[in-house]
């Protein structure tokens, strides 16, 4: 498989993982709780750490909610994390195939997201 094919099957892979996690931590949230509401503490949003910080705990299980919003709120860390790499491929592809224009036009986007998601 050539690495244009792997940087399409990115992007279908991360939607379609978002899309599996997001439904079932919608299901089982509402199995759980038997509404769809959420609090509007704090504690439910993302405050205080990067992007990367807070993906990196998810992965951890550093968190105190339930299984369902543990679900939902990965679902949501695929999706941003997705188009992420497909730059990082993108450029990676560029630099491979010596194309100096793309490669320093995707490093510039890569640089714009890496600081954006970083950004506490």
């Not at 599996?20 to 949003?45: A, P």
């Not at 992965?59 to 999706?79: D, F, N, P």
């Not at 992420?84 to 640089?111: D, Q």
């Amino acid at each position: 498989m050539n690495l244009e094919r792997a940087i399409s099957y990115v992007l279908i892979i991360g939607v379609v993982s978002s899309l599996i996690l997001e439904t079932l931590g919608i299901t089982l949230f509402y199995h759980t709780y038997g509404r769809l509401t959420f609090s509007e503490s704090r504690t439910m949003f993302l405050h205080g750490k990067s992007y990367f910080n807070f993906f990196l705990g998810l992965l951890h299980r550093e968190s105190s909610q339930g299984t369902g919003l543990y679900l939902m709120t990965l679902g949501i860390a695929v999706l941003i994390l997705t188009p992420y790499i497909r730059v990082l491929m993108s450029m990676a592809y560029f630099a491979w195939e010596r194309n100096i224009k793309y490669t320093l036009i995707t490093l510039f986007v890569l640089i714009l997201l890496t600081v954006s998601l970083a950004a506490a």
